[in-house]
């Protein structure tokens, strides 16, 4: 699979994750190309934590609004209806529990559900963000992100990189399938039928639980 492949892989199986009326906050880079693939029955309300509820799709090109733009500085528009306030406000709605879902990209994720998605120890890097608020203030948290990096695992026993959160991820689909964190370990619920269970457990730095009904990606 090349990269573009890969990509579009994860972002339509994560679009499955999203049903009509949630509340969604998609964070930068993979996790923005989910609702391009979201059927067209369900309607979700998008927040963004620089202050917006009700984003739209991003504008055509030469249509942008310089005053309309997400958390990572990105274009958007603005559904009708939809409400721009400040952070304060944008980060109540976040820690008050009032984020059906976030879905986030990350660096390393592991089988006890810790996250670090944010620094690289000796790169620069802008911050955290609101990766923070969101991990432990969204009710379901579902990680997108290839399964390696340059052949790296990125699925790990106990993260290395400094973390996020601790045992804030609910789920993780890759390329290679989709898995649950649950006190006993990591479920792989479903495998991407281009790959043997072999090749998704050698790719992973930690020992896979295979669901008894795992049903194919």
């Not at 979700?44 to 934590?49: A, K, L, N």
């Amino acid at each position: 699979m090349d990269k573009n492949q890969i990509r579009e892989t994860i972002a339509r199986r994560a679009a499955k994750e999203l049903k009509d009326g949630y509340v969604v906050n998609l964070g930068i880079g993979l996790p923005t190309q989910v609702l391009k693939y979201l059927p067209a029955d369900v309607k979700v309300i998008m927040q963004s934590e620089n202050g917006c509820l009700g984003m739209g799709n991003p504008p055509a090109p030469g249509q942008e609004d310089p005053d309309l733009i997400d958390a990572g500085g990105g274009p958007i528009t603005l559904k009708e209806g939809a409400s721009c306030f400040d952070s304060s406000i944008s980060f109540s709605i976040i820690r008050g529990g009032h984020v059906d879902v976030t879905i986030l990209g990350s660096l390393q994720v592991d089988e006890k559900g810790n996250i670090a998605n944010w620094c690289i120890p000796g790169k620069k890097t802008p911050g955290m963000g609101g990766a923070m608020d969101l991990v432990t203030g969204a009710k379901k948290v579902l990680v997108t992100m290839e399964h390696t990096a340059k052949g790296n695992h990125k699925i790990l026993k106990e993260c290395t990189l400094p973390l996020t959160a601790a045992g804030q991820v609910d789920r993780i689909i890759t390329e290679m399938g989709v898995m649950d964190v649950t006190p006993e370990g990591l479920v792989l619920r479903e495998i991407n039928a281009e790959f043997t269970l072999e090749q998704v457990q050698e790719a992973t730095g930690c020992k896979l639980i295979v669901a008894n009904d795992l049903k194919e990606m």
